[in-house]
């Protein structure tokens, strides 16, 4: 998921640089959600991942 966000960021670099500010604003707000969802889903998995490794005696 941070792959397609690092590609649609990189599409909305292209498309600013070109002139396409329709297209570049898209882009950057896919990638702004992509970006989001990863950084929830990554610690969620964290805290998933710490509770599950915890030994209680």
């Known amino acids: 998921m941070l792959y397609w ?3 649609f960021f990189v599409i909305a670099v292209v498309a600013g640089i070109l ?10 707000g896919i990638a ?3 970006f989001w969802i ?5 610690l969620v ?3 998933a991942g710490f509770l ?3 030994k209680v005696f």
Not at 19 to 28: N, Q, R, V
């Open 45 to 47: 998995t964290l805290v």
């Open 38 to 42: 990863f950084l929830v889903v990554f």
């Open 32 to 34: 702004k959600i992509l």
């Open 52 to 54: 599950v490794g915890r």
């Open 5 to 7: 966000a690092a590609v």
């Open 19 to 28: 002139g396409f500010g329709g297209i570049a604003t898209a882009a950057a």
